[in-house]
C-alpha cells in the first residue's frame, strides 16, 4: 500500500510517522522549502501527549527532553493587565489526575522530531513542491503535483493546512472565516518571569505565556482588530506596535514583548471553518487543520492533528478496504473534533474582553472559576482505542435488510433502553424519552425508561452496584439491552455528567460482551437553541464512541416533547418526524443485532 500526504506540518508528518511504522509506502509533500522550521510554541495537552507515546515510546521520551514537562506542583498564574492575580490554576495536578502532563514547547522542535522519526520509518519527503488536484480510478488515486509530475497511490491524506488545495478539491466550500482577532507569537530569554505559565487578560488582549525549555518562554498574544491590519505591518513592527498597546500593563509583560527575538515573531490573522459534514472523497481523506480549523483558544490544534493521525493509522491497519477504512476514520473524528471546534471558538469569543464591561465579565469569570478554559474538561481526557489486531475483510455487497428478512424470518424483539439526563423529574428530556419509548413499543420492542432522578448522574462512582439495588438493576438493563437512546438537555453540565458517567457505567460491566458494542445507539438533543444542540448532539456521539456502540446515522434535536399519539398514527410535528425517524433506525439495527445475538456471543466466549 502507498499513501501520498500533503502537508509536511504537525498533522501530516504524524500521519507519516505512524503509517511508516506500520510498513506503509509514505510520500510526503510539503510546499515549503524547510521543513519544520516555522512558528513559535505550542502546548500538548493530555490527549496530544497520549497520541504522541501511540506513535512510538522514544518519540514520546524525545518529546518530553525538547519541552517542559509540567511538574505535579505546577500551577498558571491568571492576571490581569495591571498583575494582579485572580487565580492560580492547578495545571500540573490535572496532569496527574488524567494521567498525562501538559508539556509546552517549541513548534520547530516537535516537528523536527517528527521529521526525524518519519524518515527512520521510511517515509519518502518532497520539499519546495505542493499538491495541485487529485483524480481518482476504481483502486488508485493519481496525484498532480506544482511541477506537473503525477503521482500514483493507493490514498491521498490532505493535511495541507487551512488553506488546503485537496479540501478546495474536495468540498469547495470557500474560504476560511475571520474570527475578529489576530495572534502575534514570538518567544523570549532570560525574562524575569522565570518559567512560569501566564495568563494575561487586558482590554482586548490576552497574552497566553509559557516556558518551553532552558530559560525560554514562549508567548502568544490574541489581539482584536480588524482582518489583515496586524499581518500587512510584518514581525518588527508587529513587535513594536503590540508593546505599545500594552502601555501601563505588568511591567515584566511589556519587557517580554520587547525583549523577544524580532526575527522569531509570526503574525498570522485567525481563522476557522464551520464543521464539515465529511472529510472523504473514496480513496482521499482530509487531516488536521485541512478538515477541522480552529481558532487556538483551546490549544488543540496541533493535539487534534495528533490524535486523527494515530485513528488514520490505525482504521487503515485493520481494514483491508481503503475507502471503508477512511470512512471509519471519519465517524470516528467527525463528531469529536466538530465539538472541540465549536468550544474553541466559544472560548475564544469569552476572552477577548473587547470593551470595559466584556473585560471585567471576563476577569470576574476566570476568577470564579479558577482557571482560564471553561471547555477543556470533556477533551483533554481522550485515549487511543484499544484496537483489535485482526484486519476487517473488504465489504461484501450484501442489502443487510434483505438478509436478516430471508435467513431471519422470526426475531424476537429487541429490547431498548432509554435514558433521560436530567435531574428535574418530570423534565422536557424524561417526557422526550417516554415518547420515544412508546414508539419503540409500538415497533415490537420491550422498552425501560430511566431517568435522571432515579439514578443520581453526577453522583454516580464505579461499584456501586454491588451495595445499591438499583444500580445493579441500571446495569442489568443496560447487558440485556439491543439499543440505546440517551436524552439531554442542552446545557453543559448535564452533557458532560452523561459523558462521565456513562463511561463509568461501563466500567462497572462485566461478562463475556465488554462495554456496550454492537449495541445500536440514538442520540436525542432537547432545547431551543440551535449551537447547543450542536454541541449536545456532538457530545452524545462521543458518548456512543467512548461505549464502543453502533451509533445511529441519525442525530436528533427537537426543541419540545412532541403531544402524544394515538397507536399507528404519524407524526403531526417535525419534532415528532426526526424522533420517529431516528427510533425506525434504532429499531432495524436493533432488531439486526437480536438476529446476529447467538453469532456474538460465541465470538466473546
Not at 81 to 86: E, K, P, R
Not at 364 to 379: F, L, P, Q, W
Amino acid at each position: 500500500m502507498s499513501v501520498v500526504i500533503a502537508g509536511g506540518g504537525i498533522g501530516g508528518l504524524a500521519t507519516a510517522v505512524a503509517l511508516g511504522s506500520r510498513g506503509i509506502d509514505v510520500t510526503v509533500v510539503e510546499r515549503s522549502g524547510r521543513v519544520g522550521t516555522q512558528g513559535s510554541g505550542l502546548m500538548l495537552y493530555p490527549n496530544g501527549v497520549r497520541a504522541v507515546d501511540a506513535l512510538g515510546t522514544q518519540l514520546g521520551a524525545r518529546i518530553r527532553s525538547l519541552g517542559h514537562v509540567t511538574r505535579p506542583d505546577e500551577v498558571r498564574t491568571l492576571m490581569d493587565a495591571s498583575g494582579t492575580v485572580l487565580a492560580q490554576e492547578p495545571i500540573g495536578a490535572m496532569g496527574e489526575e488524567l494521567g498525562a502532563p501538559q508539556i509546552p514547547m517549541l513548534r520547530s522542535a516537535l516537528q523536527r522530531a517528527l521529521l526525524d522519526e518519519a524518515l527512520s520509518a521510511g517515509a519518502v519527503v518532497m520539499p519546495a513542491t505542493a499538491v495541485e488536484d487529485y483524480t481518482q480510478a476504481d483502486d488508485a488515486v493519481s496525484v498532480l503535483l506544482s511541477d506537473g509530475k503525477v503521482l500514483g497511490c493507493s490514498a491521498l491524506v490532505g493535511a495541507d493546512g487551512i488553506h488546503s488545495a485537496v479540501r478546495r478539491r474536495m468540498l469547495g466550500d470557500g474560504p476560511a472565516q475571520y474570527r475578529g482577532y489576530t495572534s502575534v507569537r514570538g518567544r523570549t530569554k532570560g525574562s524575569v518571569l522565570g518559567r512560569r505559565s501566564c495568563v494575561v487578560n487586558g482590554r482586548g488582549i490576552q497574552l497566553f505565556i509559557a516556558p518551553v525549555g532552558g530559560d525560554t518562554l514562549y508567548w502568544t498574544a490574541k489581539i482584536t482588530s480588524p482582518a489583515g491590519v496586524w499581518p500587512a505591518k510584518g514581525p518588527v513592527r508587529a513587535q513594536e506596535d503590540l508593546a505599545a498597546a500594552l502601555d501601563g500593563w505588568h511591567a515584566p509583560v511589556v519587557a517580554l514583548i520587547r525583549d523577544a527575538d524580532p526575527y522569531d515573531i509570526v503574525v498570522t490573522d485567525i481563522h476557522d471553518r464551520d464543521p464539515a459534514p465529511r472529510w472523504v472523497d473514496g480513496r482521499v481523506a482530509l487531516l488536521g487543520d485541512a478538515a477541522h480549523p480552529m481558532v487556538p483558544a483551546l490549544g488543540q490544534g496541533a493535539n487534534m492533528a495528533l490524535e486523527d493521525a494515530v485513528v488514520l493509522a490505525d482504521t487503515l491497519a485493520v481494514h483491508e478496504d481503503t475507502p471503508a477504512a477512511l470512512l471509519a476514520y471519519q465517524r470516528e473524528r467527525l463528531e469529536r473534533t466538530a465539538a472541540v471546534v465549536l468550544k474553541s471558538r466559544r472560548q475564544g469569543a469569552l476572552d477577548q474582553g473587547a470593551d470595559q464591561a466584556e473585560e471585567e465579565q471576563r476577569n470576574a469569570r476566570v476568577k470564579a472559576a479558577g482557571r482560564k478554559d471553561t471547555e477543556t474538561a470533556d477533551i483533554l481526557g481522550w485515549r487511543p482505542l484499544a484496537r483489535r489486531c485482526e484486519r476487517h475483510p473488504a465489504p461484501a455487497v450484501v442489502d443487510l435488510k434483505e438478509r436478516v428478512r430471508e435467513e431471519f424470518p422470526t426475531v424476537d424483539a429487541p429490547h431498548i433502553v432509554l435514558i433521560s439526563g436530567s435531574l428535574r423529574r418530570g423534565s422536557t428530556s424524561d417526557r422526550v424519552a417516554d415518547w420515544c419509548a412508546q414508539r419503540c413499543a409500538e415497533q415490537g420492542a420491550t422498552t425501560r425508561v430511566f431517568c435522571g432522578a432515579d439514578i443520581d448522574f453526577p453522583a454516580y462512582r464505579p461499584g456501586l452496584g454491588a451495595a445499591w439495588p438499583d444500580v445493579q438493576d441500571f446495569l442489568d438493563e443496560l447487558r440485556r439491552a439491543d439499543g440505546v437512546v440517551l436524552v439531554s438537555p442542552t446545557y453543559h453540565g448535564t452533557v458532560s455528567g452523561l459523558l462521565k458517567n456513562a463511561v463509568d457505567y461501563i466500567n462497572d460491566l462485566d461478562g463475556p460482551t465488554p462495554y456496550l458494542e454492537g449495541r445500536a445507539i440514538g442520540c436525542v438533543a432537547v432545547g431551543a437553541g440551535a449551537q447547543g444542540a450542536v454541541s449536545t448532539l456532538a457530545t452524545l456521539r462521543t458518548i456512543g464512541h467512548a461505549v464502543r456502540a453502533w451509533p445511529t446515522p441519525v442525530g436528533v434535536a427537537v426543541s419540545a416533547a412532541p403531544a402524544p399519539l394515538p397507536a399507528g398514527e404519524p407524526a403531526s410535528t417535525p419534532d415528532g418526524e426526526r424522533l420517529v425517524q431516528m427510533v425506525s433506525q434504532l429499531m432495524w439495527m436493533g432488531r439486526v443485532r437480536v438476529a446476529q445475538r447467538p453469532a456474538l456471543l460465541g465470538a466473546a466466549a
